[in-house]
């Protein structure tokens, strides 16, 4: 027979996590601070949408892409 193992929500419903997860500090700080990143991820950008902060070097400009010379 499979053993399945019953997940709960954690942090909002952003993860299911079992009993053994669920009662770990360290998982929970993870989840935590994984959490964090991504909300500080979006707050940069939307400062670079708001033209708060520039947008990175690299990727912008103008792309002269042609099959001809």
């Known amino acids: 027979m499979n053993k399945t193992t019953k997940l709960q929500s954690a942090?909002?419903?952003a993860f299911?996590?079992?009993d053994?997860?669920?009662n770990d500090?360290?998982?929970q700080s993870a989840m935590a601070?994984?959490?964090e990143s991504l909300k500080?991820?979006?707050r940069r950008r939307q400062a670079i949408r708001e033209g708060r902060l520039p947008a990175p070097e690299g990727q912008w400009g103008n792309w002269?892409?042609?099959d001809r010379d």
């Open 16 to 18: 299911l996590v079992n």
């Open 25 to 27: 500090p360290a998982v």
């Open 64 to 66: 002269n892409i042609s």
């Open 33 to 35: 601070s994984y959490l």
């Open 40 to 42: 500080a991820e979006t």
């Open 20 to 22: 053994t997860a669920a």
């Open 11 to 13: 942090h909002d419903g």
